[in-house]
């Protein structure tokens, strides 16, 4: 069972920068493909960014692309998701989530909220325009 605790997130400006991590309890975590997900008022949780269990292997949202960049430390069982340039849009509770699966083949790490088996209990990330 992965235990999931997301952190970072605050009340920033449009343009600024937030750099949120996700601290994974299992110490199989990193066996793990892991995922950001997001969800605001009213609307569904969207992907936003994932990376295969051994980090060779990175997916972006189309609205996110070039300005996030998500990462890992397998050592010290954490992810980040680090956001530049945000926009008054990107405002939602970002989740952590951690692979249905151990071990899946870094091109079929999955980009949909069926796929993971696991999750954080979010971060609230609110951007003023």
């Known amino acids: 069972q992965v235990q999931l605790v997301e952190s970072g997130g605050g009340l920033v400006q449009a343009e600024d920068s937030l750099r949120l991590s996700c601290a994974g309890s299992?110490?199989?975590?990193?066996?793990?493909?892991m995922g950001w997900f997001r969800q605001a008022p009213g609307k569904e949780r969207d992907f936003v960014a994932a990376i295969s269990w051994n980090g060779s292997s990175t997916y972006y949202a189309d609205s996110v692309k070039g300005r996030f960049s998500i990462s890992r430390d397998n050592v010290k069982n954490l992810v980040y998701l680090q956001m530049n340039s945000l926009k008054p849009e990107d405002t939602a509770v970002y989740y952590c989530?951690?692979?249905?699966?151990?071990?899946?083949?870094?091109?079929?790490?999955?980009?949909?909220?069926?796929?993971?088996?696991?999750w954080g209990q979010g971060t609230q990330v609110t951007v003023s325009s």
């Open positions: 299992e110490r199989t975590f990193s066996w793990y493909a």
């Open positions: 989530a951690a692979d249905s699966l151990k071990l899946r083949p870094p091109d079929k790490t999955p980009l949909r909220v069926s796929g993971y088996g696991f």
